[in-house]
């Protein structure tokens, strides 16, 4: 009796291991059918779109590589680059912060400076 329970109980798991994805992979479409299943706007856009989201992938997987290079965890290199490119934006405003502010000091000497004339 244990035995043939045993016996069961097996089968019953191959099936569930085995027949689960199986029937994932048969029951999901491709990439393809999904595509011949879009209206002709939505074709073209993808087309037109597809090389662009290539490069950027690629971009994204070459960035990936490069970091992982480093000795340091992937997440700490990820964040530590985030907070470099967060500073020179930062430097990037308060630059031109500073530039406008010249320009509007020349201009407001130059009013003055013709106002006493």
Known sequence: MKSASWIKMTIAGAVCVIGGPMLI???????????????????RRSLEGREQRL???NDFIAHLKEMGKSDKPLWTVW???E??????????????????R???EEIRKQRL???ST
């Open 83 to 100: 907070m470099a490119e967060q500073q020179r934006k930062l430097q990037a405003e308060a630059d031109l912060k500073a530039q406008r």
């Open 25 to 43: 992979n048969y029951v999901t479409p491709t990439e393809e059918e999904l595509f011949k299943k879009y209206n002709p706007d939505l074709q």
């Open 102 to 104: 010249n320009i509007a």
């Open 79 to 81: 964040k530590e680059q």
């Open 113 to 115: 400076g013709e106002s």
């Open 55 to 57: 490069k950027e992938a």
